[in-house]
């Protein structure tokens, strides 16, 4: 084969000993070019301006700009096999006594035969274990580790998981391990996604502190809360298993298990990666603000679903709660959470609506102009982990309402259900919250109140989220709204923004 392409192109090079034909060839060369990277300009996809409202065959336009030259060229030096599950071993903390009762988080969100890992026990479960549970393991007694003897033990199931792959015939699969709680939810397709940024022959510790900022002044800012979870590459799990047990004794008096590994860490130079999808959930009250507005980054883990009320105030219990989301979850994992913005002004001048969707959880109205950089700072519906207290918090927080004025206050949507789940863009239907708490307490003098009080459902059509997407530069999508059913559906439409396009605030 390449003796063919070198006699090929010697024969070329000396057929072009006069310079006429090789400048001839060369304008041809240029010619053709021009024109294949031009047809290729106009074979653009047809983009209706909306969608047909029929929902069988809903032709839902979409817009991709998105990965074409992200991969690198097929010639270069052979890429290493991207990170999937089953890189991935899960080292989940538990105890013999609280598993039944915490066990519906974990089978929200472990593939059976899929997912790898285990539960690490305190002692054998009483009853049977059951089918529909990931395997479990009992761990190695800490109780010389003092006291605190429970932490050690949760600390040392890094070790122990690393020993388990070290001695599996499939350990060469194990790039990472993944620490967390009995109680914590990941979202594993979007763990696997942000461990792909990440080089796994290197030592990194990736994860996040508290979002509660008296919880860091007194454990770490440097410091992956246990309970969001937080993963351990390969590399950095061997140097921490040497020095581990010397680690338990040294940090015996310490408070937790996290705190432990990262004592241990530092000792190895190894200092937090931050990731802003892994969620210890240090608050109390109502999560929900936290959740409508997640940073521009994949949603990982969520914890602490026990202390706080219900996610949607639609639902009866956590777990309902929970469900709904990975309803959505499940048929765009990348996206879930997501914000975007909108502004609706079709009911003309003085009745501009704000829309902020958080894909697959809610949707909020405003009857005034909000603008995004208002409309990405959490609405404060929680309170600090430790004292309860307004603050502060690791990120900035916005009011519920204003006694003043209540035409800051939006009116909140949940998901309903996922409408259609097609190869390429699904369609989500958000209703009114029938909770009085999640609509403005008086009625506001803007003309858009009245608009927007009318609405009872929310539909929103979206692309799928290419989840290569998390590789480049953040961004948030952009939308567009239209209202129909006479006036009580707005429709709202997810896309890659143009370019040149911005969400500007209309006057
Ligand atoms: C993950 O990658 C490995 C190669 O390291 C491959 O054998 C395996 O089939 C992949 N698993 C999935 C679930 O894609
Ligand atoms: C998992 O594998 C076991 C044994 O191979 C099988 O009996 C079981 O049905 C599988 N479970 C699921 C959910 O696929
Ligand atoms: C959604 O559709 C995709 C592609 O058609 C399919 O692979 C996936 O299993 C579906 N998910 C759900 C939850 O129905």
Not at 106 to 134: E, I
Request: hydrophobic share 35%; proline share 8%; net charge neutral.
């Amino acid at each position: 084969m390449t003796k063919t392409t070198n006699a090929s192109s010697l024969e070329m090079r000396r057929r072009c000993t006069s310079a006429a034909v090789c400048a001839l060839m060369l304008a041809t060369c240029t010619l053709l070019a021009y024109f294949a990277f031009f047809s290729d300009q106009l074979q653009l996809p047809w983009r209706p301006p909306w969608p047909n409202p029929s929902i069988h065959h809903m032709p839902i336009p979409i817009s991709f700009s998105t990965t074409a030259g992200t991969q690198a060229p097929a010639s270069l030096s052979p890429l290493p096999v991207p990170t999937n599950l089953s890189h991935i071993l899960f080292a989940l903390g538990g105890s013999a006594h609280t598993w039944d009762q915490r066990r519906s988080y974990t089978q929200l969100w472990w593939h059976l035969n899929h997912t790898r890992g285990h539960v690490w026990l305190d002692q054998q479960p009483s009853s049977p274990w059951p089918h529909t549970c990931p395997p479990y393991r009992i761990s190695r007694d800490t109780s010389r580790y003092g006291n605190r003897a429970a932490a050690s033990r949760i600390a040392n199931i890094v070790v122990e998981a690393y020993e388990l792959a070290l001695s599996s015939p499939r350990k060469d699969e194990v790039r990472w391990f993944v620490m967390g709680d009995d109680d914590t939810v990941f979202f594993q397709e979007n763990l696997v996604g942000v461990l792909q940024k990440y080089d796994h022959t290197q030592m990194y510790y990736v994860g996040m502190p508290s979002e509660s900022v008296e919880q860091d002044v007194m454990h770490s800012y440097g410091m992956a809360f246990g309970g969001g979870g937080f993963a351990i590459s390969y590399p950095a799990a061997a140097e921490l298993a040497g020095i581990m047990g010397g680690c338990l004794d040294r940090y015996a008096n310490f408070y937790g298990s996290d705190q432990r590994v990262q004592a241990c860490l530092a000792e190895l130079g190894i200092p937090l990666t931050r990731e802003p999808g892994f969620h210890q959930v240090d608050v109390r009250g109502d999560v929900y603000g936290m959740l409508a507005a997640h940073p521009v980054a994949p949603l990982v883990s969520l914890h602490h679903l026990d202390y706080v009320m219900p996610i949607s105030s639609d639902r009866h219990t956590q777990l309902e709660g929970l469900q709904s989301l990975f309803s959505a979850y499940e048929v765009d994992p990348a996206r879930i959470l997501q914000q975007a913005f909108c502004y609706d002004a079709g009911s003309g001048a003085g009745s501009v609506l704000s829309v902020s969707v958080s894909w697959g959880y809610t949707v909020q109205v405003y009857p005034q102009v909000v603008a995004p950089h208002e409309l990405e700072i959490p609405l404060q519906t929680f309170m600090t982990w430790r004292s309860s207290s307004r603050g502060p918090f690791i990120f900035n927080t916005r009011p519920l309402g204003d006694p003043n004025n209540p035409c800051v206050s939006p009116f909140i949507f949940f998901l309903d259900r996922v409408l259609q789940n097609e190869t390429e863009a699904t369609v989500t239907q958000y209703s009114r919250s029938r909770n009085a708490d999640d609509q403005p307490k008086a009625k506001c003098g803007k003309k858009g109140f009245s608009v927007a009080s009318r609405i009872d459902k929310v539909r929103v059509f979206t692309p799928k989220m290419d989840p290569l997407l998390w590789k480049q530069a953040p961004r948030r999508h952009c939308c567009m709204t239209r209202r129909t059913n006479w006036g009580r559906m707005l429709e709202v439409r997810i896309k890659y923004c143009s370019p040149g396009e911005s969400t500007t605030p209309p006057i």
